[in-house]
């Protein structure tokens, strides 16, 4: 499954910067757990659903509560660094994604690309 392409590239603090711009923008505080969510999905070459990071969050020594990891991904697509796309079974997937200018991710406008 394809997720829009239009990805901040490069090393992952390249993306854990843009991170932390748009949240700072946003009013919101860059928390280690949203940081560490979006660095996940950063590395990933695939869209993850909430059961595989939740694996890889638990293998990086840095396990989430069910909740907070619901939570923190639904921030992070409100805000644009992560997309959503739902598979063909109806398991939604996420993957690290920051938006070009004028584009819209789940209703509202992206951040712009830097």
């Known amino acids: 499954m394809e997720?829009?392409?239009c990805a901040v590239s490069g090393p992952s603090w390249h993306v854990l910067d843009r991170g932390r711009q748009v949240?700072?923008?946003?009013?919101?505080?860059?928390t280690a757990q949203r940081l560490t969510i979006l660095s996940l999905l950063a590395a990933s070459d695939d869209a993850l659903t909430i059961a595989e990071l939740s694996a890889l969050g638990r293998r990086a020594k840095d396990p989430f509560s069910a909740a907070t990891l619901y939570r923190t991904v639904a921030l992070l697509v409100k805000v644009g660094l992560v997309s959503r796309?739902?598979?063909e079974d109806g398991v939604p997937r996420y993957g690290q994604?920051?938006?070009?200018?004028?584009e819209t991710g789940s209703g509202s406008a992206s951040p712009p690309h830097p």
């Open 97 to 102: 994604y920051v938006g070009c200018a004028g």
């Open 3 to 5: 997720l829009p392409v």
């Open 23 to 30: 949240l700072n923008e946003r009013g919101l505080r860059p």
């Open 85 to 87: 796309a739902t598979t």
